[in-house]
């Protein structure tokens, strides 16, 4: 007797759950639901891998070219001590004169160089890209970080670069106004003093002018 009490209260509980053929639904559902994630996948790779190849193919036409040109601009500014940049995939490197392997273009480096680094690609690639007509270059404080021996290499290189293109520099710096207007000839714009916005104030307004060099 109790065993067969036991078996009905087995039975019972059995009867009470969910189907073999809602079971089966829910499986199939589910493996619905996987064969649409796999095809969004293969969707995704196969994006994945054209955006790549695209890329491999426009760094094997053009990044040769405009490393080679980045490379010249690089020595200038640095007044020799970097003489070469190349890119391995997505990373770039940076060849000093006085070591026999290429650096990182990243960090140890120092911010300075890094802007050297920069500016000598953004230079590189406008000239690259330039089509039927060279295309004015806008630089904003291109040269805040640079020291008393980078900044006059930095002048002359953008004097070269002047003899081929309008190159419009804004700056807070007055002495670097001046160093471009003395080196480059460059004609030095001042702006009007922009009015603070806020609380006036019982000290009176800084009347400083902000000078913006155009190297032309």
């Known amino acids: 007797k109790d065993e067969r009490e036991k078996l009905q209260t087995e039975f019972d509980s059995l009867r009470g759950e969910r189907s073999m053929s809602d079971i089966d639904g829910e499986l199939a ?4 639901r996987e064969a649409r994630l796999l095809r969004r996948r293969d969707r995704w790779a196969l994006l994945t891998a ?5 890329e491999d193919r426009w760094r094997e036409r053009h990044q040769p070219a405009v490393l080679r040109s980045a490379s ?14 190349s ?3 997505h990373q770039l490197y940076v060849q000093r004169d ?9 960090h140890p480096l120092s911010r300075a160089t890094r802007e050297q680094i920069f500016l000598a690609l953004r230079v590189a690639m406008a000239q690259h890209l330039d089509g039927n007509e060279t295309l004015p270059m806008l630089l904003d404080e291109v040269m805040i970080h640079w020291d008393d021996e980078r900044r006059p290499h930095g002048i002359e290189m953008l004097k070269s670069v002047c003899e081929e293109r309008q190159v419009i520099v804004f700056t807070s710096q007055v002495e670097l106004a001046r160093a471009l207007s003395s080196q480059a000839g460059a004609h030095v ?3 009007p003093a922009r009015t603070p916005i806020g609380p006036v104030s ?7 002018n902000q000078p913006t060099p155009t190297p032309a």
């Open 50 to 54: 054209v955006v790549n190849e695209a």
């Open 189 to 191: 714009i001042r702006t």
């Open 29 to 32: 559902a589910w493996g619905e």
């Open 98 to 106: 006085d070591l026999p392997y290429p650096t990182r273009a990243g």
């Open 87 to 89: 890119a391995d995939g």
């Open 72 to 85: 010249e601009h690089l020595r200038r500014t640095t007044g020799g001590r970097y003489r070469r940049l």
């Open 202 to 208: 019982s000290q009176p307004a800084p009347t400083v």
